[in-house]
């Protein structure tokens, strides 16, 4: 694989993109750089206090909410 990663991140839209990630995650550079590359319509949320595995399985923690409502309005 030596391709970058986001090489293609723009033929996503018009598809609608929500990134989620933790606001103490190692990873969350590349979530706000994957972010600021994408084309609209798009949504990042940064999970406050969660580090990058707290988004696996700590129920009282993904925001299930937001998930939800984004699949609802965009799964029409």
Same mark, same amino acid.
């Given at each position: 694989m030596n391709m970058p990663i986001?090489?293609?991140?723009?033929?996503i839209s018009p598809r609608p993109i929500l990134i989620i990630a933790g606001e103490k995650a190692h990873s969350r550079y590349f979530s706000?750089?994957?972010?600021? /590359? %994408?084309?609209e319509p798009k949504e990042l949320l940064?999970?406050? /206090? %969660?580090?990058?595995t707290d988004l696996y399985d700590k129920i009282d923690v993904i925001p299930f909410d937001k998930i939800d409502t984004f699949f609802r309005t965009n799964l029409k």
């Open positions: 986001l090489t293609y991140i723009k033929e706000e750089t994957a972010f600021e /590359n %994408a084309n940064i999970v406050p /206090n %969660a580090v990058h």
